[in-house]
């Protein structure tokens, strides 16, 4: 409100103001996409946050930290997933059973026999908050240690993997 003064009164103009407004994105809005990912020969620090960034939906412009607005991610060949220096042999996954002296570990390359998909799950969990968001958010995540998996009939037809391997490791 702006006054102006003249011949003895005070006369009130009142301007409007232009506003912008925020676009927040909902549930309602999210329209989530089929993701195909192949793990073979990737090293799988780089290859999880690529996938978590996928999960949170931060590839998109309608992104929000608050609301689940990421994509399904299926990543075949989990079993062919590279580390980098000699975590294959050092690194430890270490959980306790909840009884006395129940503290467990187990080594990637002892992981990688019995069930190479929790590794890859593991890595990109790590990398999302831990909150309720996260539980919402692994179960979009879908992870195959060959190359057959589930969900051929929903993605769609001519669906290629969007990473391939651009280092080869030895």
């Keep these: 409100v702006r006054f102006l003064e003249g011949m003895g009164s005070n006369i009130a103009l009142v301007t409007q103001f232009t ?30 946050t690529q996938i978590a960034h996928i999960l949170r939906g931060k590839h998109k412009p309608t992104f929000s930290p608050n609301y689940d607005c990421g994509d399904y991610v299926v990543v075949i060949n989990a079993a062919e997933v590279k580390l980098t220096g000699r975590k294959y042999e050092d690194k430890k996954y270490t959980w306790h059973t909840g009884y006395v002296g129940g ?18 799950r593991k890595a990109v969990l790590g990398m999302l908050a831990k909150n309720a968001l996260r539980d919402r958010l692994a179960r979009k995540l879908r992870i ?5 998996h589930l969900h051929e009939d929903i993605l769609p037809q001519g669906t290629e993997c969007i990473l391939t391997s651009q280092r080869q490791l030895e």
């Design 103 to 120: 503290l467990k570990q187990r080594t990637v390359k002892e992981q990688m026999n019995i069930k190479p998909e929790e590794v890859v």
């Design 19 to 48: 506003t912008t407004q925020t676009i927040m994105s909902h549930k309602r809005f999210a329209n989530p996409l089929w993701h195909l990912i192949d793990a073979r020969g990737q090293v799988l620090g780089r290859l999880s």
């Design 144 to 148: 195959f240690p060959g190359n057959r």
